[in-house]
């Protein structure tokens, strides 16, 4: 069974950075699909970013283009993501996701494995 560990999390102030990572163990990362998703407090969990198996292709949310980055190392089963110039509704706890086939890549239900998240609190 995948197994997904996210880390990276914490306290940023607005316009920080922050770069999240996640590590996949009991398979080989390039069979998976991965993915970024977010909750907000109070909020639902929404998707933030999305890499192919191989990392030719990504996807971002709207809000997440342009100041987000997702990348991924096979070699390492690990993907990244890095974004910039936080903000304090970034606040949020980060999860990653995988699957070998999402039928969508923005929809957490077509995810069949996730990390335990890691929290991410943006001040003013």
């Known amino acids: 069974q995948v197994h997904l560990v996210e880390s990276g999390g914490g306290l940023a102030q607005a316009g920080d950075s922050l770069r999240l990572s996640c590590t996949l163990s009991g398979d080989s990362s390039d069979r998976y699909y991965m993915a970024w998703f977010r909750q907000p407090p109070g909020k639902e969990r929404e998707f933030v970013a999305a890499?192919?198996?191989?990392?030719?292709?990504?996807y971002y949310a709207n809000f997440a283009k342009g100041r987000s980055t997702i990348s991924r190392d096979n070699a390492e089963n690990t993907i990244v993501l890095s974004m910039n110039s936080l903000k304090p509704e970034d606040t949020a706890i980060y999860y990653c996701?995988?699957?070998?086939?999402?039928?969508?890549?923005?929809?957490?239900?077509?995810?069949?494995?996730w990390g335990q998240g890691t929290q991410v609190t943006v001040s003013t």
């Open positions: 996701a995988a699957d070998i086939f999402p039928a969508t890549r923005e929809n957490e239900h077509d995810y069949g494995s």
């Open positions: 890499i192919s198996w191989n990392g030719a292709n990504k």
